[in-house]
């Protein structure tokens, strides 16, 4: 890992606010997945990407929701670094993420991103 780089996933890089996220649905550009909805919006001198999780009851009981809100979470801090600045993301995770593994989920978090143009890679 270089030196200088933090991989902690602080709350203040995660958006919180019901309206934060309705921004995002409403005016950002939303990329389907089989496992997962990434919406990003550009916002104007936001600094570092924040990125929000929605996993609904549809997912299973709270153990398999809060499993596939620790997976994504732990996607996106891995590949924090590599997220443009300004921006703001959302992730709907779907039915089928709940039975996905891990390797799974994160590959389709990569090939959405490139998707969407989120990557400065």
């Known amino acids: 890992m270089p030196e ?3 991989l902690s996933f602080a709350k203040s890089q995660r ?3 019901a309206s934060e996220f309705e921004r995002v649905k ?3 550009c ?3 997945g089989k ?3 990434l919406a990003a919006l550009t916002v104007q001198n936001a600094g570092a990407s924040r990125t929000g999780f929605v996993t609904t009851r549809r997912l ?3 153990t398999v929701r809060n499993r596939v809100r ?3 979470r732990e996607i996106v801090r891995q590949h924090q670094h590599d997220l443009r600045r300004d921006f703001w993301i959302v ?3 779907r039915r089928d993420a709940a039975d996905a593994s891990y390797r799974v989920l994160e590959d389709e978090w990569l090939r959405l991103a490139k998707r969407a143009s989120i990557l400065a890679l």
Do not use: P
Request: aromatic share 0%; proline share 0%.
């Open 70 to 72: 620790r997976r994504l």
């Open 91 to 93: 992730i709907i995770a």
């Open 30 to 32: 939303a990329q389907r």
């Open 26 to 28: 409403q005016e950002g």
């Open 60 to 62: 299973g009981n709270a």
């Open 35 to 37: 496992l997962m909805l």
């Open 4 to 6: 200088g780089r933090v």
């Open 15 to 17: 958006l919180t606010r």
